[in-house]
């Protein structure tokens, strides 16, 4: 089993920053894929990023390539998110998620860290 908790979320003016981190527990995460998936009110929930716990190769959605930045701390066991010129199209709830690097199913999901980009 896997335990991610996310946090870092809050209320920032647009052109702004935020750090998002996923603190993940349990088994090795050594073999899986690390993503942030977000969800705006009214809306499905879509993909943000993606990187392997083991670093190489990241992939992030269109809408937050060059924006956005996600990165991982193996001595931590810890997730970041870090998102540069924010605007309010980004306000969502975000969520941390683990899937095994052979599958495409999440299986894990953290409880989710709330974002709001004031204009």
């Known amino acids: 089993q896997v335990q991610l908790v996310e946090s870092g979320g809050g209320l920032v003016q647009a052109g702004g920053s935020l750090r998002l981190s996923c603190a993940a527990s349990?088994?090795?995460?050594?073999?899986?894929?690390m993503s942030w998936f977000r969800q705006a009110p009214g809306k499905e929930r879509e993909f943000v990023a993606r990187?392997?716990?083991?670093?190489?190769?990241?992939s992030y959605a269109a809408s937050v390539k060059g924006r956005f930045t996600i990165s991982r701390d193996t001595a931590n066991n810890t997730v970041y998110l870090q998102m540069n010129s924010l605007k309010p199209e980004d306000t969502a709830d975000y969520y941390c998620?683990?899937?095994?690097?052979?599958?495409?199913?999440?299986?894990?999901w953290g409880q989710g860290t709330q974002v709001t980009i004031s204009s």
């Open positions: 990187i392997y716990w083991s670093g190489e190769d990241t």
């Open positions: 998620a683990a899937r095994s690097r052979g599958s495409t199913q999440y299986v894990y």
């Open positions: 349990g088994r090795s995460l050594s073999s899986y894929a």
